[in-house]
């Protein structure tokens, strides 16, 4: 049974809801399963948003039976203790994936330190940056002069150099790339995070139901490319998943790994490439829609600038702000009763509050970013502190304590223990990407609408665009595929 009253009077301000019993709850699942509108529209509407600008950023509300909290700026309010797992909601999904396990387990460490030790790493990103570059250019190469789906071309291009890359996922025989274009695994391989996100962003459980198409495609993925995983460096990350379960990766222990197993790599795997892929379309999309920064990047890309930051690596962080690859808005689960600071105010939030991040709204703060709604690299320029060196500033930004922008964490908890590991090789990669698409090429395209798509959990334009590339005079036009 719910209780329709505002819970904590004069100190937080609430918003009823249109329905004196269920507060929000059948209003937003209308919303957003029925009208596949994205949580941060929902909010837009039915006021909830206004309520909370004018209460200093947050609000309590009633989603059906359950008390929540919605926040609209980036201040982290607890520590990650207080909150269950990430993917508490949806762990069908994520088998015996980091992000499901409380930040108390002590398994976390080792499986974060897979991830981090090679994708977080700056020594070892620098030492991929040429092969980047080359696979990079080799991809785009017979492209050129024909009409291409952005949408298509951001994951295809990312999941291509992501499969070759030594040490990372190592799937060279049969690649992630044409994996995306196979009919038994394409959905699972390109709707998977789509899934898990409408059970935590759009409150629809049906997203579950995708979990048992990951087991099959898992498997022929590593015995496919059993041979060049075999022999790749350890770094890889297939290989340290093997170590961690204490497993020889052989052809026998791929037939015979759990679902737990399979699902935690297989969800590792998919984060890799996708989640760099929409953040890439994102980028490409705001550029291509920006006359003035195009002007700027394709200069910068041309003549190999060194001027620190550099443009395109604060475009991709100001893409990241206003688009990003996690959902607008979406919420974690109090697991006991905690005390949080608001307006001066100390107060105690119950256990089983589900906590709501509108990061879309957070992300276009208008006491943060100079111009919040508009794709401008001085709106990250101006999060530079003193301490910042320039040649790094774009690294310190996704420092853990730094909670400017929200991309890589669901809530904003103090030090943002789960912080995203991915975080530093996804951005550089992106940056590295640009850096070959508009040193390269001249760019041009069609049919971008940035506005939010319908029926998609995760951000996605509502049109994507078509992008034509032709090679620069100078251009390196002989090279072939890898
Ligand atoms: C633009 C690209 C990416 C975005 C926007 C992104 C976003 C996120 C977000 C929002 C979380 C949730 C953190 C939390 O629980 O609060 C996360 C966690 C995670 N991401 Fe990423 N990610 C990206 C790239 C990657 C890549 C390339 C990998 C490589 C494997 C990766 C691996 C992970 C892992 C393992 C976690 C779980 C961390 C933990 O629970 O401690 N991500 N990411």
Sequence with gaps: ?????????????????????????????????????????????????SCA??????????MGGRLALYQINNRPLLDDEYLAASTEANHELFGGFLGSLHISDPRRAHKRRVVEQALGSQRFIDGLKPEIFRLAGAYLRPLQNLPLCMEQLAMQWVSHVDSHLPGV????????????????????????????????????????????ALMPFVKDLLLSNFESIGVAPSSNLILGHFA???????????????????????????????????????????????????????????????????????????????GGSNPTALWRRTIKACEIEHGGQRLVIPADTLLWLDRWQANRDPQVFPRP??????????????????????????????????????LNTRRNPRKCPGRLFSVQMQGLLLRELYGHYEVSSTGIDLSLRR????????????????????????????
């Design 169 to 212: 996922l190592d799937c060279r025989v049969k690649t992630l790339a044409q994996y995306l274009e196979d009919d038994r695994f394409k959905g699972v391989v390109s709707g998977f995070f789509e899934q898990a996100s409408k059970v935590i962003s759009h409150d629809d459980a049906q997203g579950l139901e995708q979990q048992p």
């Design 373 to 410: 709604e508009v794709f401008d690299p001085g709106n990250i320029l101006v999060l530079q502190k003193s301490g910042d060196q320039p040649h790094a500033f774009c690294t310190s930004l996704l420092a853990r304590n730094r909670y400017d922008i929200n991309s890589f964490s669901m």
């Design 244 to 322: 961690l379960w204490g497993l020889a990766f052989t052809r026998q222990a791929i037939a015979q790994l759990s679902q737990d197993q399979a699902l935690e790599i297989g969800t590792i795997i998919i984060a890799t490439y996708d989640t760099t892929a929409l953040s890439l379309l994102w980028s490409m999309a705001y550029i291509e829609t920006s006359p003035r920064v195009k002007r700027e990047i394709i200069l910068a890309a041309t003549n190999d600038s060194d001027h620190a930051p550099h443009v395109i690596d604060l475009a991709v962080m100001e893409a990241l702000r206003l």
């Design 455 to 482: 029926y998609c959990a995760m951000p996605k334009p509502a049109r994507s665009g078509v992008m034509t590339l032709r090679l620069k005079e100078g251009g390196h036009a002989d090279e072939q595929h890898p």
């Design 1 to 49: 049974m719910s209780n329709p009253k505002a819970p904590f009077v004069g100190v937080i301000a609430h918003h009823p809801g249109p329905c004196p019993v269920q507060g929000h709850g059948d209003a937003f699942h209308h919303a957003t399963v029925e009208l596949g509108l994205p949580a941060t529209e929902y909010f837009r509407f039915s006021g909830i948003r």
């Design 53 to 62: 600008k004018q209460a200093g950023g947050l609000c309590s509300f009633w």
